[in-house]
Structure formats: C-alpha cells, structure tokens
C-alpha cells in the first residue's frame, strides 16, 4: 500500500490509501470529487471507502458526489452537519479496510472543531505487517502548526496535540493543508534560537520554491520544531510571556497565547 497527495483547492490535500493488487484506494477529506475522479481514472482505481476527520466542507465537500458514483463506504465522526455517512466512529473504536489491508484506531481530537477525530494507521493485515505508524489528523496538527480554534477551547485543542505528540517518533503525519512554510515563519518569531527549526524552514522554502510539497512530515520533527507542540519548554514559555506581558503559568496558558499570536501574524 502506498499514500498519494490528491490537490485540491488552493491548498488542500486529499489522502488515497491505495492497494495497487486490489486496484482500489480508500480517501482521507475529500473536499472536491473532480480531483478524485481524475486521480481514480489516471491510476485505474476503484475507491472503495471514505475517511472523514470533521465536518468543514473543504473535508467533505466531495463526499456525497463520490458515493453516489462509486457507492463506497463513508466513515466519520457523529455530526449531522456531514452528509453520507454510514458509520460514525469515536474515541476507541477501531476500523478494519479488508480492502486495502489496513486497520485503524480512532482517537478524538477536539479543539479545530469539537468532532474532530483522527485515523492511526496501526499495522497491515496477513503477512507484511509495518513497523511505522502513520496518523491522518485532517486541521488538528499541521506541519509546523496546529489548526485555528474555531469551537473548541484552548485546553482542548493542547490536550487533542498531546495525544498526537504521544505517538511513536517515528509516526508519519499527513496533515491535510500546505500551509508549512507560513506556519515556520512564526514559528521562528516564537522558538528565535532553535537550529532544528532554522534548518527545517531552510529546506521548506527550498521545496516550495520547486513548487514540492512540504507534508507529511514526523512526529519527531513536529516535536522539535513546531511551537505548538512546545508550549511546555522553557524558551517558548518564555516568548510567549514577552508577548502577553504576563506570567504564564502552564503548557496549556502558553498554548492560548501563541494560537492567538498566530492568529493575528
């Protein structure tokens, strides 16, 4: 099985878990069905199921056009706002895709929106098991960046993080925006010192300069670059009290003060 980068929008990415022996994919937030349906052609795949992480419409924009065409499986989380799903998932549970050899835990992630959830890919079934996991956050967790709080709280949206930053280092992240060399660029205004994050927005700019994605990328690299990750060391502690002009006395107070730091960047 291998993962492809589906562009959509401006800067979307759509996820296809794809079997090339059973010649199907499955889709993580398909926003748009014009891109799928050229991706499926191109590739002569089927699509034989759905991944939906929460409920804004550049995630789910294509899904009620998809199924009619394909009658394909559409999971997702318990909101009446999504159209076409068949089984809602939350905290917990766990999803086998015979079709494509993969299973998935679920785990909630609140804070984006307060449905939102996130699909780990554990293992392969039958015999070529995986060592690596990979996670399919959708605006939870971005590359160098976290998405903005449009319902959930502060609290939430640190603790959702923490159960990504949680997962093994090795862990493959793919977020669902190319919004990486922004969200480096204040990274670097809160984190000034860190050499990780200058080598990392270095290369980010280069790759966008060639026009080349910039995701996924690992929890490891989210974990030594990425402020909102951070919230709960010293240096970035430290600038985010520069900026408020208070103590700040927990991860999560440091956390509110960078979201709305970047939200005004």
Same mark, same amino acid.
């Given at each position: 099985?291998?993962?492809?980068?589906?562009?959509?929008?401006?800067?979307?990415?759509?996820?296809?878990?794809?079997?090339? #022996?059973?010649?199907?994919?499955?889709?993580?937030?398909? /926003?748009?069905? *014009?891109?799928?349906?050229?991706? +499926?052609?191109?590739?002569?795949?089927?699509?034989?199921?759905?991944?939906?992480?929460?409920?804004?419409?550049?995630?789910? /924009? /294509?899904? *009620? @056009? +998809?199924?009619?065409?394909?009658?394909? @499986?559409?999971?997702?989380?318990?909101?009446? @706002?999504?159209? &076409?799903?068949?089984?809602?998932?939350? $905290?917990?549970?766990?999803?086998?895709?015979?079709?494509?050899?993969?299973?998935?835990?679920?785990?909630?992630?609140?804070?984006?929106? +307060?449905?939102?959830?996130?699909?780990?890919?554990?293992? #392969?079934? =039958?015999?070529?098991?995986?060592?690596?996991?990979?996670?399919?956050?959708?605006?939870?967790?971005?590359? =160098?960046?976290? &998405?903005?709080?449009?319902?959930?709280?502060?609290? $939430?949206?640190?603790?959702?993080?923490?159960?990504?930053?949680?997962?093994?280092?090795?862990?493959?992240?793919?977020?669902?925006?190319?919004?990486?060399?922004?969200?480096?660029?204040?990274?670097?205004?809160?984190?000034?010192?860190?050499?990780?994050?200058? #080598?990392?927005?270095?290369?980010?700019? $280069?790759?966008?300069?060639?026009?080349?994605?910039?995701?996924?990328?690992?929890?490891?690299?989210?974990?030594?670059?990425?402020?909102?990750?951070?919230?709960?060391? @010293?240096?970035?502690?430290?600038?985010?009290?520069?900026?408020?002009? $208070?103590?700040?006395?927990?991860? *999560?107070?440091?956390?509110?003060?960078?979201?709305?730091?970047?939200?005004?960047?």
């Amino acid at each position: 099985m291998q993962v492809d980068r589906i562009a959509a929008f401006s800067d979307n990415y759509i996820w296809a878990l794809r079997n090339d #022996r059973a010649s199907c994919c499955t889709l993580v937030d398909p /926003g748009e069905s *014009e891109p799928v349906e050229h991706y +499926l052609a191109q590739n002569n795949l089927s699509l034989a199921s759905i991944l939906i992480t929460h409920h804004h419409y550049d995630h789910t /924009g /294509g899904v *009620e @056009k +998809l199924k009619q065409q394909h009658q394909c @499986k559409v999971y997702g989380p318990d909101n009446a @706002k999504i159209k &076409g799903i068949d089984q809602t998932l939350k $905290q917990g549970d766990s999803i086998t895709l015979s079709e494509i050899d993969a299973s998935f835990d679920i785990i909630e992630v609140p804070g984006h929106t +307060l449905d939102h959830i996130a699909y780990i890919l554990k293992d #392969r079934i =039958g015999e070529n098991r995986i060592d690596k996991k990979s996670v399919f956050c959708g605006d939870t967790l971005f590359a =160098g960046g976290c &998405g903005r709080l449009f319902e959930g709280t502060p609290e $939430q949206m640190w603790h959702s993080l923490q159960k990504l930053a949680s997962l093994p280092a090795n862990t493959t992240v793919y977020c669902a925006h190319e919004y990486t060399e922004a969200n480096l660029a204040f990274a670097r205004e809160v984190d000034k010192h860190n050499a990780d994050l200058k #080598r990392r927005q270095e290369l980010v700019k $280069q790759k966008r300069a060639d026009n080349q994605a910039t995701v996924p990328s690992t929890i490891e690299e989210e974990l030594a670059t990425n402020p909102f990750l951070r919230a709960n060391r @010293k240096e970035v502690a430290s600038a985010a009290e520069t900026f408020s002009g $208070q103590p700040l006395s927990t991860p *999560e107070d440091v956390f509110a003060v960078i979201r709305q730091w970047k939200d005004n960047f």
